[in-house]
């Protein structure tokens, strides 16, 4: 099936640096997504892009839908500790009809230090 | 109130045992997934269910079965259990057309001994 490569695969940041992030695909997507898992919980949507080319913000968040639909990522500025976590894009290809489903990366490992 | 949810949170079981995974939401979609989440590789899709009459394997469904019970209930069984079934599972529910994200349950931590 589909893959996403994510990269890196962890990241361990001072606390005020900014982050960068990335997933690509063989395939093109007509969404991506990127969610942020915290420790015991599930994963929570943070931005969700529709257009190649789309940039979106959600407060310190910023991600990008590459031009040529394969490719995303995700930046996060100035980090807080409360940005640990996993973090996971995700892209939807369609699949047959109108029934799509989507294909997550291996997810990239946050870790803020004070 | 959480819209997803999922029991139960946390279960120890042995080889050969059959667990049910259930799965509740009240946000009114009509697709819901299970997944399993490995250490290193990320979310796996088990099954999907597009509405009740539709049932779909995912692209790890062998050992496992699903029931849509109704709209808002979607489970997960395994038949019996082995141990490199210990992960943690989640379910998730979307809303398309217009936005195909899925919103996820808090988990259920499944040990198979």
């Known amino acids: 099936g589909q893959q996403l490569n994510q990269s890196p695969q962890s990241m361990f940041i001072q606390e005020g640096e900014d982050v960068s992030m990335n997933c690509t695909s063989s395939s093109i997507f007509n969404t991506w997504l990127w969610y942020k898992q915290d420790p015991g919980e599930g994963p929570v949507l943070l931005i969700a892009l529709y257009k190649a080319g789309e940039l979106t913000s959600n407060g310190r968040l910023t991600a990008q839908f590459g031009i040529t639909r394969k490719d995303s990522f995700l930046n996060i500025s100035a980090s807080i500790p409360s940005d640990v976590g996993i973090y996971f894009c995700a892209g939807r290809e369609r699949s047959g009809g109108s029934n799509y489903k989507l294909t997550f990366g291996k997810g990239t490992l946050l870790t803020v230090n004070p | ?113």
């Open chain 2, 1 to 113: 109130d959480a819209d997803v949810t999922q029991t139960p949170r946390n279960r120890i079981t042995k080889t050969g045992k059959r667990i049910m995974l259930e799965c509740s939401q009240t946000k009114g979609h009509d697709r819901m997934y299970w997944y399993r989440q490995d250490p290193g590789l990320g979310l796996r899709l088990i099954y999907y269910s597009f509405d009740v009459k539709d049932i779909n394997k995912g692209e790890i469904s062998d050992g496992y079965s699903v029931s849509r019970q109704a709209q808002a209930k979607f489970s997960l069984s395994l038949e019996s259990a082995i141990p490199n079934q210990t992960a943690l599972y989640f379910c998730a529910t979307s809303d398309p057309p217009l936005s195909d994200t899925q919103y996820f349950g808090p988990g259920t931590r499944l040990t198979v001994l």
